[in-house]
């Protein structure tokens, strides 16, 4: 998440650090009011953002921080810059990933779709990462995974949540691939789903049936064997899809709300 430092916040995303600008008025970032007025005036994509001056006013803040909101929406590819004309938002296909996780970070969960197919492209990608730490894995990563492994039998064994320990999980297996832009990319669908891995994990018979999974992975990964391995990823990040696509066909508003960031524990 972000960190706060006077007058800004640096959000922290897949290791790339994001300026956030703060002004007096608020201890929310800008950006995150700036897009809360976007969606209560229901601007839709093409439509003109009010003038920096207009903003400045409505929001309470300067300029200067309005200016560095909007700039960081650009960047992010949230809204476009037209010389002589304004600025206008985009498509929301047209956004960049990045911009889905920080602004659910921020509070403004995804949709239901984009639930949906952020969870098909990380099958994808966690079953090449998989493929890839059988063949490239060492010692440390070996070393790490299991003692992620032994933290997470202990968080078990506490009837706690495990969701901290699944995202350390899974990024430690990423990481024996040895791709750091692997690494980066999943990263960010980590930190996107980490908010619905609590709710998930707030059943502890899920914990433990995805612990067993995980320590057959590391298995699958000790011995090289590739081919057991992505078996193994498949069936255990389709379980959670399963789950996640009865809840989201049964229960939309739940799981939206908990995606960001205020999961409710399970009846």
């Not at 969960?109 to 493929?131: D, F, G, H, N, Q």
């Not at 995202?167 to 996107?192: C, D, G, Q």
Request: charged share 30%.
């Amino acid at each position: 998440m972000g960190t706060r430092s006077n007058p800004n916040w640096h959000y922290h995303l897949g290791g790339s650090k994001i300026l956030l600008a703060m002004d007096d008025a608020s201890t929310k970032p800008l950006v995150a009011r700036l897009m809360e007025f976007v969606a209560e005036r229901r601007l839709q994509p093409g439509d003109r953002l009010p003038s920096e001056r207009e903003l400045a006013e409505r929001l309470g803040s300067g300029r200067n921080a309005v200016r560095e909101a909007i700039a960081t929406l650009t960047s992010l590819r949230i809204v476009e810059s037209r010389p002589q004309s304004g600025s206008y938002l985009r498509l929301r296909r047209q956004s960049s990933f990045e911009a889905l996780v920080m602004l659910s970070g921020l509070g403004r969960p995804p949709t239901a779709s984009e639930i949906s197919e952020t969870m098909e492209v990380r099958a994808t990608l966690e079953r090449t990462a998989l493929e890839l730490a059988c063949a490239r894995r060492d010692e440390k990563d070996l070393a790490a995974l299991d003692r992620i492994v032994q933290e997470t039998e202990a968080v078990i064994d506490e009837k706690g949540n495990i969701a901290d320990a699944d995202n350390a999980f899974h990024l430690a297996l990423v990481s024996a691939a040895h791709n750091a832009i692997l690494v980066r990319v999943l990263n960010a669908f980590y930190e996107l789903s980490l908010p619905r891995r609590r709710l998930y994990f707030a059943r502890l018979q899920r914990a433990k049936a995805s612990h067993r999974q995980h320590k057959q992975i590391v298995e699958a990964v000790r011995e090289r064997d590739a081919a057991r391995g992505i078996k193994l990823i498949h069936n255990h990040i389709e379980s959670a899809r399963s789950y996640w696509r009865s809840e989201l066909s049964g229960r939309p508003r739940r799981v939206l709300k908990s995606a960001g960031g205020n999961a409710e524990e399970e009846e």
